[in-house]
């Protein structure tokens, strides 16, 4: 099964994306990748024509197209069943996936405010708003709870859902501390984290509203 392929935005601004990276590449998921630059003349017509929503990430295998960073991991998680892209305790599946589908509808303030940047390393100006900070005092109380090294213990694919709220608490100073901090900090460490960052960091292109948030 090593003809999946995965269309991805900017490694810099595409936290969606890197989610999803991240649980394939720690579970040791064979794929190759291109990439869709967003904010382009073009972006929203190539995006259409490998999926329906017109969104990044999209899995490509063989005939079949798989959109949405959940459905995706599920899909992988199906194929590759001793991945460990889920935990094996049916409980703990159960938790992992509910974090995931939190991360993945809500924290909108933190979303808004703070967009994915890796390049960046500068607080903002204003400070959070009460709402941003309620978003991430959740992170902090959902960091702080992790089961060992990771949440579950082992790393998977809740963690990978969370390592774009750690890089964008990093980009914008606003580390946490105590076993909070020591979780984001391993997860910031682990080697597919620091894959994408450094490709974020060889990318070229600006995209001017994310860069002039002061």
Known sequence: MTDLHLVLGNKNYSSWSMRLFVALRVAGVPFTEETIWLDTATAADEKLRRSPAGRVP????????????????????ELFPDAGIWPRDPRDRAHARALCAEMHAGFLALRTELPLNCKRRRPLQSGPSDAARADIARLADIFAAARGPFLFGAFCAADAF??????????????????????????????????WHAGAQREEMVIAKYDAIP
């Open 58 to 77: 999209i899995l490509q295998h063989g005939d079949l197209t798989v959109w949405d960073s959940l459905a995706i991991v599920e899909y992988t998680a």
């Open 162 to 195: 969370f390592a774009p709220p750690a890089s964008r608490l990093r980009s914008y100073a606003l580390e946490l501390d105590g076993p909070a901090g020591d979780y984001a900090a391993r997860l910031l460490a682990t080697p597919a984290v620091v894959e």
